[in-house]
Structures are given as structure tokens and as C-alpha cells.
């Protein structure tokens, strides 16, 4: 079966990484606050990134996999402020969302903002997998106390799916994630899914990666993608998507309504 990024990184040679445990990812390089750039590559040129880094970062492994999988339930208001923020570069952004690690039964409930110097502040809490398409009284006064919207009028509206890899430079306090098998649906069964690219996302605490100034290198630049925003414009096409209308259109095949 395709395990998603693995499936690529493995016939670039995945094994010449060293591994790396889930306590060091997290006590070197958790970067709950950083700055993101977001890459949309094909298998070729992932390939050549993943050759790049070989000696410089390692790669997370647990129980013997490399590759996991991932779901995440996205939630906005019946206004979709969250998205609607996002797509009019409005102040005060926010994102609210559960992860589910599908292959390790752990579920968070996150929440994210703005910082300062386009940082993105990330705030956790650990919650089950039977509320990830809810909210809890604990959820909501977490939620409550982080965004500007009253919690109790979020809902869920999209879920995304797909398989990731995790890149790590600890001593630079840089993490690269790369997440392929991308679906996106939202609560009435509407599906888009893109299998043609590599979402890579670096994760650093300021200026730019190895794998940054790789990819730049290989004349690759950031690109402005949001797993929710992209999936919701992408499911809807009546939503105004000029924020990431050139993504939409070039990589999944989108047209506004």
C-alpha cells in the first residue's frame, strides 16, 4: 500500500536518515511559535530535497514507521469568521481544529493565532478521540480564551486527511514536515484530494532552513496554501478565494463559481 510521503522519500533512500524520538522532536524543536513557509512539490523534485538533507536532519520514527497518518476536523462559526479573516487578511485570525494521529489513537484539540513578525502561536490541549468532531465544556473555555468568538457558536465544517513525514534539524531548531495523500471534505460528502505533490512545510524559530535555502536553490518558492482555507474554497466555489486563487487553480484543478 502507499504509505504517502514514505512511498516517495523511500526510493530516494528514507533509511540513510538517522532516527529521531517523538521526546527529542519535542524537547529540540516543538517550535509551538515559528515562522512557516509552505512548499507544493512534485515527487522529482521532493527526491533531489530529500538527497539534500541526508547528513544535515533526521527523521522521526516511531514504533518502526516513518510515515503517519493524519486527521484533522476544522471549526468555523455559520459566518465562517475563521475563514473569512483569512481570506480578507483581516486582523485577529484564528484557526480552531482537533488532530487525530490515526496511528497512534492521540487527539488534540489546537488553536491557532497570530504573533508577532508573522509568527504563528500554537496552543494545545489533549482531548479523545470521540470529541473530535465536538466540543467539551473543557474545549470550549480553552477555545474561549484564546479567540475573539464566542466558542460556543463553532462547528465542525471540514476534515482533512492525509500521511506525514517529519524532517528534523535539532540543533538548528528547524522542522520540515512533508504531508502527501491529501483529502479534504467537507459535512456534506463534497471531496477534493491532490496525490500529485508534496506539501512541505518548514518550521522555523526565524530566517530561513536548509531545506528553505534548498528548495529556493531548486527555484522552488513558498506558496500561500492553508489546508482549511484551500480545502474550504476548493469544496465551495462560491467562497471568495483571491488569497489563493493561483494555488487553487494550479494544483487542484479549481474554477469560482
Same mark, same amino acid.
Given at each position: 500500500?502507499? *504509505?504517502? &510521503? @514514505?512511498?516517495?522519500? #523511500? ?7 538517522? %532516527? +529521531? ?6 524537547? /529540540? ?11 507544493? +512539490? &512534485? ?7 530529500? #538527497? ?78 470521540? #470529541?473530535?468532531?465536538?466540543?467539551? &465544556? /473543557? ?7 484564546? +479567540?475573539?468568538? %464566542? ?7 471540514? =476534515? =482533512? ?10 540543533? @538548528? ?13 467537507? *459535512? ?19 530566517? @530561513?532552513? &536548509? @531545506?528553505? *535555502? ?7 518558492? %513558498?506558496?500561500? +496554501? ?10 465551495? %466555489? *462560491? ?19
Amino acid at each position: 500500500m502507499n *504509505r504517502g &510521503p @514514505a512511498a516517495v522519500a #523511500q526510493r530516494v533512500g528514507v533509511g540513510a536518515f538517522a %532516527p +529521531i524520538t517523538l521526546a527529542e522532536v519535542v524537547e /529540540a524543536a516543538s517550535l509551538q511559535t515559528r515562522v512557516d513557509r509552505k512548499y507544493l +512539490i &512534485p515527487p522529482d523534485a521532493f527526491a533531489v530535497l530529500m #538527497q539534500g538533507l541526508v547528513g544535515t536532519c533526521r527523521v522521526l520514527e516511531i514504533d518502526g514507521l516513518r510515515d503517519f497518518r493524519y486527521e484533522s476536523v476544522y471549526f468555523d462559526t455559520a459566518g465562517l469568521d475563521s475563514y473569512r479573516r483569512a481570506a480578507t487578511g483581516r486582523r485577529r485570525k484564528f484557526k480552531v481544529r482537533t488532530r487525530s494521529y490515526l496511528d497512534s489513537g492521540g487527539t488534540v484539540l489546537e488553536v491557532k493565532t497570530e504573533g508577532g513578525r508573522e509568527e504563528t502561536v500554537k496552543d494545545r490541549l489533549a482531548t479523545t478521540a470521540a #470529541q473530535r468532531d465536538s466540543l467539551d &465544556p /473543557a474545549g470550549l473555555a480553552f477555545v474561549d480564551a484564546r +479567540i475573539d468568538v %464566542p466558542a460556543c457558536g463553532l462547528r465542525p465544517v471540514l =476534515t =482533512t486527511t492525509y500521511h506525514r513525514a517529519t524532517l528534523v534539524d535539532a540543533d @538548528a531548531g528547524f522542522r520540515m514536515t512533508c504531508d502527501a495523500g491529501l483529502r479534504l471534505s467537507d *459535512r456534506a460528502g463534497t471531496v477534493v484530494e491532490m496525490t500529485d505533490h508534496v506539501l512541505v512545510e518548514t518550521k522555523s524559530l526565524r530566517g @530561513a532552513g &536548509p @531545506a528553505d *535555502r534548498l528548495l529556493w536553490r531548486l527555484g522552488h518558492r %513558498p506558496v500561500p +496554501i492553508s489546508k482549511y482555507c484551500v480545502g474550504m474554497a476548493a469544496v465551495d %466555489p *462560491r467562497l471568495p478565494a483571491n488569497r489563493w486563487n493561483r494555488t487553487l487553480r494550479r494544483y487542484f484543478g479549481w474554477r469560482p463559481a
